[in-house]
């Protein structure tokens, strides 16, 4: 072997296992910097929703044999709630809208407009995800307090949860309406990309057939496609549940009170640990940095536990999976 | 010969253009009932997108333009609901295209979405029959469970003549059926042709010549989007024209 080729070679396999290794070493790093809490806390980090970071000009105590300020307790069940629930309602949100997008754009608007349509979509993935929050803040929470959720409250108290009392516009609806703006973009292009990538003959042999474009587009989308639409849905889901800056400005940014409605303030995990960070960094003894980096931790392994599901959901909706059914 | 045999489309004057390019010139052609119909003509003639006219298949493609008319029974097609004409008027493509999913479920397709509400063991004989007309019955030896995609190409080409049959259209529109097959393959859909015609008009594109020459009542030549010659089988095959020597020698 010629020497250029073996250093090509080489540089070829350090660069596949870069990303395999940063992965491992961010998740060892994290892990490690959250041990001092798992030995404070134990089990009661998933079970208590009250997060208190202590008094930290007070002396340190020792609890269970670890420096800890006095009076601190560390849970994750409100920024957990807030993480699955905000995420739920993108993906309830999103999903629709993608799909129909989809439908419009590949069936109905003639190509030139599609194109122009795509790269549009494809645009506001670009916008920084603070420019949302900024437009949550101004635009949207308002509307919801003075107008939308009012009216909710008073035609669609029967369902549970949508009877309470309305705070200021900031919280779960507010987050989950933003939070499916930011991936409705990620979920319709995997969908369209999808969509263009089924055989003509596919398509004509449809239509050939006497389906009309609605029967096309929910066949392709959802049987022919399935592992792409549910792959991009994911992709959305994942997406939506790390999003930070702009969940952080809509949310209501609450600790300590459980929400008791869809109106009520919400955190999550990810706003939690940005919003956490700047008062964490001044504790003498670590401990409340140790304890959002479990919230990190916990953040991370349902991030991957998504895109591991994702991918077994993909790899079953195959097309080899549809033979013999 | 053309007096006693009856027409089912007329089309006069068809033009299909795009921005930049005439596809079809303004045609006139008669497609004639229980008889095979057979368009040859170079590649790049007009001849899918003729088909592709018939079923209205390129109201999909907005950067056609189509203008002229298309009588089906009498009918203009655009005053008939394209997905009813589509049921009517049934194509099979060059390529086979069976759907990933198991050979009764391809064949039940058509009947599925018609959203008509059939018995089990009516749709059961329904699809029975469409395989055993598109003569791949025997072949699959009563498993209809298999997958459409895992059949040979041959059988996929049947399978999707019997996706089209189950929908018992009156007019059998065939794209080339049989350049993506080998020639035993090729072979049963020689024959299959033959015997669809008892039952069906069958509109045959190809530019196998010896194919047409088994199976075509009628022959058209279309170039550059014109038809140059038409006529019975032998007539066309004896034309004098210089187009249709051309052609027979080019193909030969």
């Known amino acids: 072997m010629k020497a250029t080729n073996r250093i090509f070679n080489f540089f070829t396999f350090l660069m596949a296992i870069v990303p395999a290794v940063a992965l491992i070493s961010i998740f060892v790093f994290v892990f490690q910097e959250s041990l001092p809490l798992w030995k404070f806390s134990g089990l009661s980090f998933f079970t208590t929703y009250l997060w208190n970071p202590g008094f930290q000009y007070q002396q340190p105590i020792i609890v269970h044999g670890i420096l800890a300020p006095p009076g601190a307790q560390f849970g994750l069940d409100l920024f957990l709630l807030g993480t699955l629930s905000t995420s739920a309602l993108a993906i309830l949100i999103a999903f629709p809208i993608s799909f129909l997008i989809t439908l419009n754009v590949e069936l109905y608007l003639p190509a030139r407009i599609k194109k122009f349509m795509v790269s549009m979509i494809e645009l506001f993935a670009g916008i920084p995800s603070v420019v949302y929050g900024l437009w949550g803040i101004i635009v949207l929470e308002p509307i919801l307090f003075r107008n939308v959720e009012p009216w909710m409250a008073q035609h669609l108290s029967f369902i549970p949860g949508l009877k309470g009392e309305i705070y200021s516009g900031a919280g779960l609806i507010a987050s989950g309406i933003i939070l499916s703006f930011m991936i409705i973009p990620i979920v319709t292009s995997v969908i369209v990309n999808s969509f263009d990538s089924v055989p003509k003959e596919v398509k004509e042999g449809l239509f050939s057939l006497g389906a009309t474009k609605w029967e096309v587009g929910k066949y392709l989308t959802t049987r022919y496609s399935r592992a792409s639409t549910v792959g991009g849905t994911l992709l959305g889901l994942g997406r939506a549940l790390g999003e930070t800056m702009a969940v952080l400005m809509v949310s209501g940014a609450v600790t300590n009170i459980l929400p008791t409605s869809f109106y009520s303030a919400t955190n999550t995990m990810s706003a939690a640990i940005a919003s956490l960070l700047d008062s964490a960094l001044t504790d003498s003894t670590r401990m409340d940095l140790a304890a959002l980096a479990a919230l990190g931790v916990v953040l991370m392994a349902i991030s991957l536990t998504v895109s591991l599901i994702g991918r077994k959901i993909a790899g079953r909706g195959s097309l080899r999976g549809y033979e013999g059914d | ?252």
């Not at chain 2, 040859?40 to 209205?56: D, E, F, I, Y």
């Not at chain 2, 298309?70 to 086979?96: A, H």
């Not at chain 2, 008009?201 to 190809?206: P, R, S, W």
């Open chain 2, 1 to 252: 010969m053309e007096e006693k045999v009856e027409k089912i489309i007329e089309i006069e004057r068809l033009k299909v253009e795009t921005k930049n390019k005439v596809i079809l010139d303004g045609v006139d052609l008669n497609i004639f009932k229980n008889c095979v119909n057979t368009i040859v003509g170079p590649s790049g003639s007009g001849k899918s997108t003729l088909l592709r006219s018939l079923n209205r298949l390129l109201d999909m493609d907005p950067s056609m333009d189509v203008s002229g008319d298309v009588l089906f029974e009498k009918r203009n097609i655009v005053d008939i609901d394209p997905v009813e004409l589509r049921r009517e008027i049934g194509l099979v493509f060059q390529k086979p295209n069976p759907f990933p999913m198991s050979v009764y479920d391809n064949v039940a397709f058509g009947l599925r979405i018609q959203g008509k509400k059939l018995k089990k063991d009516e749709m059961d004989k329904m699809i029975h029959q469409a395989l055993e007309d598109a003569d791949l019955i025997e072949e699959l030896g009563g498993n209809l469970k298999q997958g459409g995609t895992s059949l040979s190409g041959g059988q996929q080409q049947r399978l999707c003549i019997a996706r089209a049959l189950v929908l018992r259209p009156k007019v059998l529109m065939f794209d080339e059926p049989t350049s993506a097959l080998d020639p035993i393959a090729k072979g049963k859909i020689v024959d299959l042709i033959r015997a669809l015609k008892q039952k069906y008009t069958v509109i045959l594109v190809t530019h196998d010549m010896n194919l047409t020459r088994k199976v075509s009542d009628y022959t058209n030549l279309i170039y550059e989007g014109k038809f140059v010659a038409k006529g019975t089988g032998s007539e066309f095959f004896e034309s004098e024209i210089e187009e249709v020597r051309d052609f027979l020698t080019e193909a030969d």
